[in-house]
């Protein structure tokens, strides 16, 4: 049973940080998994910002946030971070991390079809 929980959302003033946990159990140190990383603005579709895959590493961002975001994985405790800079008030989101089981990364990682299960989310806010 694979369960993804996020933390690290809050309040941020623009130009701060904040660093997104996705904690993922189910998975093993040696599983090949990817992660992505979407965000849900109000009235908006979702939107994918970043994926990672599991064993080699592959990452992606997409380009609204790429310069500022980074994503990174620590696979001894099957952990995904978004380390977001710069935040400005349209990052403004639910922020949800997803997985699926696979080698590398789906070919459009950022399409929220290409997984299977989900987080609960977590909310960023960035305001003065």
């Known amino acids: 049973q694979v369960q993804l929980v996020e933390s690290g959302g809050g309040l941020v003033q623009p130009g701060g940080s904040l660093r997104l946990s996705c904690a993922a159990s189910g998975f093993t140190s040696r599983s090949y998994y990817a992660i992505g990383w979407f965000r849900q603005a109000p009235g908006k579709e979702r939107e994918g910002v970043s994926c990672?895959?599991?064993?080699?590493?592959?990452?992606y961002i997409t380009d609204s946030v790429k310069g500022r975001f980074t994503i990174s994985r620590d696979n001894a405790k099957n952990t995904v971070f978004l380390q977001m800079n710069s935040l400005q008030p349209e990052d403004t989101a639910v922020y949800y991390c997803?997985?699926?089981?696979?080698?590398?990364?789906?070919?459009?990682?950022?399409?929220?079809?290409?997984?299977?299960?989900w987080g609960q989310g977590t909310q960023v806010t960035v305001s003065s």
């Open positions: 990672i895959s599991s064993r080699d590493g592959i990452t």
């Open positions: 997803a997985a699926t089981w696979r080698v590398g990364l789906p070919r459009n990682c950022g399409e929220s079809r290409n997984y299977d299960y």
